[in-house]
């Protein structure tokens, strides 16, 4: 029965992914690669153990689906308008420079391909994969930091233009009518519906999940969040959108809502299951017999492609103001190719544009290249450090003057990140009229903050020389709000070294970091995870009527032990 054979082709992938994780998580590896070669050994190109490939084709989109609005819940729509102006022209340059520079370098080769056929080629470069990068930079505390966000923003541009993409490609293939008015005008219409269905929902989606909320089932909830979700992303590809742009749109819809993070914590754990077959699907297609006909060429076009991207990645983040840190960690964070690359390449080969062998040397290059984009990450980060100790301080602040002399203060508080924790932070200390000196390193907010009077400086807090211009050995106290979890620790280091009389504070997205960060000298260390699991049991006794200095002696004990 095709029923049976489904469960069995699924018991066999998450028997074998469980252990490959387990496998990989002993050697410190990201558990996508196991999810990848996972798929690679039970595909049809390896042992040939799964038979429903395309049922778990199906699963995966659905996981994808699931992945994007959770990143669309998270991003939030104040991030993403604030943002807007950096998506659009980051995108723009990144995606135009890439296709541009790829046809470019095919185009010089001897016996070159025609030229509309090396543009299509640049198109599949272009366009960098959101499953896996989302995937990293969560699992490395990463998705809310500078590059975090510079990074998903040229993404979701990416996702805009699959559109124009399609719409392009019987065009290159010579198949389209030549009036290119038409592409425009699909992409518009395409576009206006994204706007109006955003705006729609923005006044329809509180007003129904309010509605099912004060039923107080659960069910009801969840099946109310998953209608949204699919049914955003299933309406916006009948207009030719990705399903992953319609899901991100729905998470960005609630994501400023006070259902966001009950939905969030109801979708986790069916993305977490269906995004395994999002990486399995991946490498079942990967066809190994190709890297073993042509491995140097694989190879050298594998490191042509991720360092091309990487170079028009830092490119287009460093000309919009960012540091030449950030600049880098997006380019190699953007390094890979996209799983809809794979969907745009089949479009491509059945139209004509690349032959059988093209068309499967790219899915070659395309999947290797994000085989290694978790250790090219690391190696970027590595790269970062080794420079920061090279590159002045001053070369980071670029052309904006994020590092101009602020004002000096004494007996002060430093803020380091001026996301929600470090902005309420700073507005508790205004309030009772306490000095405080914020360090950022997202340039274009400071810029911004500067202009309204804000006392902030730009800089790494990891480096002496920024810690010293914000006051550390006069400053009280030391917070740290960032997200980027090396840099915290490298940071907090620092600061004890230079003034080990302050008071450090540090925000810990994970239990795991408390005691790495008490080693390097933290005083009081606030874990996201134990803050809020001390809210549930303060709310939980409180419903007792447990007097509030009985609630404080048992949440102190009962965390102590």
Request: include cysteine; charge should be neutral.
């Given at each position: 029965m095709p029923e049976t054979a489904l469960l069995q082709d699924l018991l066999i992938v998450f028997g074998l992914g469980v252990a490959m994780v387990v496998i990989f998580h002993r050697f410190n590896l990201?558990?996508?690669?196991?999810?990848?070669?996972?798929?690679?050994?039970?595909?049809?190109?390896?042992?040939?153990?799964?038979?429903?490939?395309?049922?778990?084709?199906?699963?995966?989109?659905?996981?994808?689906?699931?992945?994007?609005?959770?990143?669309?819940?998270?991003?939030?729509?104040?991030?993403?308008?604030?943002?807007?102006?950096?998506?659009?022209?980051?995108?723009?340059?990144?995606?135009?420079?890439?296709?541009?520079?790829?046809?470019?370098?095919?185009?010089?080769?001897?016996?070159?391909?025609?030229?509309?056929?090396a543009i299509f080629i640049g198109m599949l470069v272009s366009l960098s994969s959101t499953a896996l990068v989302i995937r990293i930079l969560e699992d490395r505390g990463e998705l809310d930091a500078t590059h975090g966000r510079a990074a998903l923003s040229i993404l979701i541009f990416q996702d805009l233009c699959i559109v124009p993409m399609v719409l392009l490609t019987p065009y290159l293939a010579g198949q389209g009518d030549g009036n290119l008015w038409n592409v425009l005008a699909s992409t518009a219409q395409a576009l206006v519906f994204v706007a109006m269905a955003a705006v729609a929902a923005r006044f329809l989606i509180p007003w129904l999940l309010s509605h099912v909320a004060r039923t107080k089932k659960r069910e009801a909830f969840v099946l109310s969040i998953i209608l949204l979700c699919l049914g955003t992303a299933f309406a916006t590809s009948q207009f030719g959108l990705s399903m992953a742009l319609g899901a991100f749109i729905a998470g960005l819809i609630i994501s400023d809502s006070k259902f966001s993070h009950q939905a969030l914590a109801e979708v986790l754990p069916i993305r977490e299951i269906l995004n395994c077959l999002v990486f399995v699907s991946i490498g079942m297609m990967f066809d190994l017999r190709v890297v073993m006909d042509n491995p140097l060429l694989v190879v050298a076009l594998v490191v042509a492609m991720m360092s091309l991207k990487t170079l028009i990645g830092f490119g287009a983040t460093f000309v919009m103001g960012h540091s030449w840190r950030v600049g880098l960690l997006t380019g190699v964070t953007l390094a890979q190719a996209s799983e809809f690359s794979f969907v745009l390449s089949k479009l491509g080969f059945s139209?004509?544009?690349?032959?059988?062998?093209?068309?499967?040397?790219?899915?070659?290059?395309?999947?290797?290249?994000?085989?290694?984009?978790?250790?090219?990450?690391?190696?970027?980060?590595?790269?970062?450090?080794?420079?920061?100790?090279?590159?002045?301080?001053?070369?980071?602040?670029?052309?904006?003057?994020?590092?101009?002399?602020?004002?000096?203060?004494?007996?002060?508080?430093?803020?380091?990140?001026?996301?929600?924790?470090?902005?309420?932070?700073v507005q508790a200390l205004q309030k009772r009229k306490l000095p405080s000196m914020v360090i950022e390193y997202d340039p274009l907010m400071v810029r911004a903050q500067k202009k309204s009077g804000l006392n902030i400086i730009y800089g790494d807090a990891s480096r002496p020389e920024v810690l010293t211009h914000a006051g550390l050995r006069q400053a009280r106290n030391i917070v740290f709000?960032?997200?980027?979890?090396?840099?915290?620790?490298?940071?907090?280091?620092?600061?004890?070294?230079?003034?080990?009389?302050?008071?450090i504070i540090a925000r810990a997205r994970r239990a795991s970091q408390v005691e790495d960060l008490k080693a390097r000298g933290a005083r009081s260390i606030v874990t996201e995870e134990i803050a809020g699991s001390m809210a549930i049991s303060a709310q939980v006794l409180q419903l007792y009527s447990v007097p509030d200095s009985d609630i404080e002696e048992t949440i102190r004990e009962t965390h102590n032990n």
């Open positions: 990201p558990s996508v690669l196991g999810f990848l070669i996972t798929g690679v050994v039970l595909g049809p190109h390896g042992f040939k153990l799964v038979a429903e490939t395309h049922a778990i084709e199906g699963l995966a989109e659905i996981g994808l689906v699931l992945l994007l609005f959770e990143a669309g819940i998270e991003f939030s729509v104040k991030t993403f308008v604030r943002l807007k102006k950096f998506l659009l022209i980051a995108g723009s340059l990144q995606i135009g420079l890439t296709i541009a520079a790829t046809a470019a370098v095919v185009c010089a080769f001897p016996n070159a391909i025609e030229l509309k056929s139209a004509g544009i690349l032959t059988q062998e093209a068309n499967q040397l790219f899915l070659a290059v395309a999947i290797l290249s994000m085989f290694v984009t978790p250790s090219v990450i690391t190696l970027g980060r590595k790269t970062t450090t080794l420079l920061d100790r090279l590159i002045p301080v001053s070369w980071g602040a670029g052309r904006m003057g994020e590092g101009a002399e602020s004002k000096k203060l004494d007996d002060h508080t430093i803020v380091v990140g001026y996301g929600v924790a470090g902005r309420n932070l709000t960032m997200s980027d979890s090396e840099v915290l620790l490298a940071a907090v280091e620092v600061a004890n070294r230079l003034n080990p009389t302050i008071n």
